[in-house]
């Protein structure tokens, strides 16, 4: 089995308050000798986080563990994914795949940060699936 972390935006800063709205700086204190510097940047009140996926490659399967955020997407109330354009589709064919060559796609749950390259806008103005030879399986809540 091999596993490749295929990264859409190297890691950043964003507001805790924003990321986590309503916990209080109390618990991130309290857990701040092993989340500073890595995950928490104390004075700036920031959330350090990094936005990526996991491919694993087994058995002859190519498997993506989420999709990330997805580009060219319409989210005003989220300035930093609004209209993003990464090179993600770069980086996953860095580590040596192509879209069409990913067979099944596992998110893990249905957030915008998940899910956002299970459809990419085409030249001809439409939504289609990144992964067209993709199975697609997510938890359904009954």
Known sequence: ?????????????SARDYIFPGVP???WQAHENWLAPTFLDPAADEI?????????????RTILIDTGIGNDRERPAMPSFHHLNTQYLDELAAAGVRPQDVDTVICTHVHGDHVGWNTRLTNDGEWRPTFPNAQYVMAVRP
């Not at 089995?1 to 800063?13: A, D, K, S």
């Not at 350090?48 to 002859?60: A, E, F, H």
Request: net charge positive.
């Open 25 to 27: 700086m109390g618990h």
């Open 48 to 60: 350090r986080t990094m936005m990526q996926t996991w491919l694993i490659r087994s058995q002859g």
């Open 1 to 13: 089995m091999e596993i490749t972390r295929v990264v859409e935006l190297p890691t950043r800063g």
